[in-house]
């Protein structure tokens, strides 16, 4: 059996006024769904004097009120639930990090659909039925283990649960198994080709080839560090647990964007401040409506998501549209004296500067009335050791990259290699003092 290109090639391929029919009644049948079995939805509705038959056709989505994260809190934990109890079979929850976790219940169908847009996206990453798939990703509440999983288990891969933790442990395991892809975050894929070093396991010991990695936002410096240290073509693949978790969309073979599972999530662009949709090709937050979800439909969910959405004749094959990878949240954006700061554009600033590795911390307290940001930055080696004059010229370097991209000069420390902090699940890179 040769490799396979499509998991689901007439959906995946598709001519786009083609999908769009489906679209349109999909969305149909989810209002109407979300407006009979979910209080929620039918009292949003009537207090905004909506009908669900408000949908002529799929621009009439505008018309539609948002859901946030906060909603979902209020209606902790199966005020969401468009089914019976008795339907779900299998809870999942977000981590959470203020407030109540926000629930997540699948009925079997929806499993299925789970199963197969996760296939989707490891089998467009190259994955196939004879990989030994190695996944690192928790096990638990968080989506990212069991939504691999099973996506891999689908398309008949040996499929690991290796899922987080003792580094050294996964690379026994690795080795000894030789497995072919690994599944993990960004930040953990690099923190396993620093353990090789240490461990002194060089790439050609390992069988990997494919790295389908995601749930936090990375860059192609890292991308090009993971592929170079583990030997392996990375893929970003992009999700969020409230939606279903991974499979939302994922990278093809092109590595130019992420091609949207939009047969099962409808996907627009709004202005977060005015919430107005944007047209399509400008930057602005993500929201999805789920098209096919049985346990939980979801209206315009507000993902804070910061990306851009747009069309291409991709020369893989999939006519699905493309999201770029996502570039910071509405929510974490940092303001700093009145700037707007994205982690992720610190990141793109440090990834123009040789001599540093792609591991940073930024810092920001109050300096008298002011705001001060601190970026601390891990030089390589050979850097640091160096004479103190290139040493001044990179933190020039750094200072003026920085300078240009958030439009105020920061603070910027050089940092010894391997003393900031690792991740074994997303990374925090911001601390913030301010609020302390
Ligand atoms: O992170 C689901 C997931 C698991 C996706 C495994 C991919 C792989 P949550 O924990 O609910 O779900 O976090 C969702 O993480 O709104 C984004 O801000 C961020 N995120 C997820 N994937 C990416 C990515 C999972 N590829 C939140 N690039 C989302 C950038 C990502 N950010």
Redesign the pocket.
């Given at each position: 059996m040769g490799e396979m290109k499509f998991w689901q090639k007439d959906e995946e391929t598709m001519p786009v006024a083609e999908r769009e029919v489906f679209q349109l009644e999909r969305l149909q049948t989810t209002v109407n769904r979300a407006y009979r079995k979910v209080d929620f939805y039918r009292k949003k509705f009537d207090e905004l004097n909506i009908k669900p038959d408000i949908i002529g056709d799929l621009s009439d989505i505008s018309k539609l009120p948002f859901t946030t994260k906060q909603d979902l809190r209020d209606n902790y934990p199966y005020g969401m639930f468009a089914v019976p109890l008795r339907d779900i079979v299998r809870i999942h929850s977000?981590?959470g990090t203020t407030g109540k976790p926000?629930v997540v219940g699948y009925t079997a169908s929806d499993l299925k659909q789970w199963n197969d847009l996760v296939a989707r996206i490891m089998v467009a990453g190259g994955v196939s039925k004879e990989d030994i798939v190695h996944v690192s990703?928790t096990y638990g509440l968080?989506?990212?283990g069991f939504?691999?999983h099973y996506g891999a288990e689908t398309i008949g891969a040996s499929v690991i649960p290796v899922s987080s933790g003792n580094t050294a442990r996964q690379l026994a395991i690795m080795e000894d198994y030789r497995s072919t892809v690994l599944?993990a975050?960004p930040s953990y894929a690099l923190h396993i080709a620093e353990t090789m070093d240490k461990m002194g396991i060089t790439k050609d010991k390992l069988n990997l080839k494919i790295a389908?990695?995601?749930?936090?936002?990375?860059g192609d410096k890292v991308r090009d560090e993971i592929e170079n240290r583990l030997g392996v073509q990375a893929f970003?693949?992009?999700?969020?647990?409230?939606l279903m978790?991974?499979?939302?969309?994922?990278e093809c073979e092109c590595k130019n964007g992420?091609h949207i599972n939009e047969d099962f999530f409808y996907p627009e662009i709004i202005d977060p401040a005015t919430l107005q949709p944007l047209p399509l090709g400008e930057k602005g937050e993500l929201v999805l409506t789920t098209l096919k979800r049985e346990g939980m439909p979801l209206i315009r969910y507000r993902?804070?998501?910061i990306t851009r959405l747009y069309r291409d004749e991709c020369a893989c094959g999939r006519t699905l549209i493309k999201m770029e990878?996502?570039?910071g949240?509405t929510d974490?954006m940092l303001i700093v004296n009145g700037v707007n700061v994205f982690p992720s554009q610190v990141e793109e600033a440090l990834s123009k500067v040789e001599g540093v590795s792609p591991h940073y911390m930024i810092f920001v307290r109050k300096r008298g009335a002011l705001d001060e940001m601190e970026i601390k930055v891990e030089a390589t080696e050979a850097i640091f050791f160096d004479e103190m004059k290139k040493q001044k010229k990179l933190l020039e370097d750094l200072t003026y990259q920085l300078a240009k991209i958030l439009q105020f000069k920061p603070k910027v420390n050089l940092v010894m290699g391997q003393t900031l902090e690792r991740f074994e699940g997303?990374a925090k890179r911001v601390v913030d003092e301010r609020n302390i």
């Amino acid at each position: 059996m040769g490799e396979m290109k499509f998991w689901q090639k007439d959906e995946e391929t598709m001519p786009v006024a083609e999908r769009e029919v489906f679209q349109l009644e999909r969305l149909q049948t989810t209002v109407n769904r979300a407006y009979r079995k979910v209080d929620f939805y039918r009292k949003k509705f009537d207090e905004l004097n909506i009908k669900p038959d408000i949908i002529g056709d799929l621009s009439d989505i505008s018309k539609l009120p948002f859901t946030t994260k906060q909603d979902l809190r209020d209606n902790y934990p199966y005020g969401m639930f468009a089914v019976p109890l008795r339907d779900i079979v299998r809870i999942h929850s977000s981590s959470g990090t203020t407030g109540k976790p926000t629930v997540v219940g699948y009925t079997a169908s929806d499993l299925k659909q789970w199963n197969d847009l996760v296939a989707r996206i490891m089998v467009a990453g190259g994955v196939s039925k004879e990989d030994i798939v190695h996944v690192s990703f928790t096990y638990g509440l968080f989506t990212g283990g069991f939504g691999l999983h099973y996506g891999a288990e689908t398309i008949g891969a040996s499929v690991i649960p290796v899922s987080s933790g003792n580094t050294a442990r996964q690379l026994a395991i690795m080795e000894d198994y030789r497995s072919t892809v690994l599944v993990a975050t960004p930040s953990y894929a690099l923190h396993i080709a620093e353990t090789m070093d240490k461990m002194g396991i060089t790439k050609d010991k390992l069988n990997l080839k494919i790295a389908l990695l995601g749930s936090e936002p990375w860059g192609d410096k890292v991308r090009d560090e993971i592929e170079n240290r583990l030997g392996v073509q990375a893929f970003d693949n992009y999700g969020l647990s409230e939606l279903m978790g991974p499979g939302i969309s994922g990278e093809c073979e092109c590595k130019n964007g992420l091609h949207i599972n939009e047969d099962f999530f409808y996907p627009e662009i709004i202005d977060p401040a005015t919430l107005q949709p944007l047209p399509l090709g400008e930057k602005g937050e993500l929201v999805l409506t789920t098209l096919k979800r049985e346990g939980m439909p979801l209206i315009r969910y507000r993902t804070r998501d910061i990306t851009r959405l747009y069309r291409d004749e991709c020369a893989c094959g999939r006519t699905l549209i493309k999201m770029e990878k996502a570039k910071g949240r509405t929510d974490d954006m940092l303001i700093v004296n009145g700037v707007n700061v994205f982690p992720s554009q610190v990141e793109e600033a440090l990834s123009k500067v040789e001599g540093v590795s792609p591991h940073y911390m930024i810092f920001v307290r109050k300096r008298g009335a002011l705001d001060e940001m601190e970026i601390k930055v891990e030089a390589t080696e050979a850097i640091f050791f160096d004479e103190m004059k290139k040493q001044k010229k990179l933190l020039e370097d750094l200072t003026y990259q920085l300078a240009k991209i958030l439009q105020f000069k920061p603070k910027v420390n050089l940092v010894m290699g391997q003393t900031l902090e690792r991740f074994e699940g997303k990374a925090k890179r911001v601390v913030d003092e301010r609020n302390i």
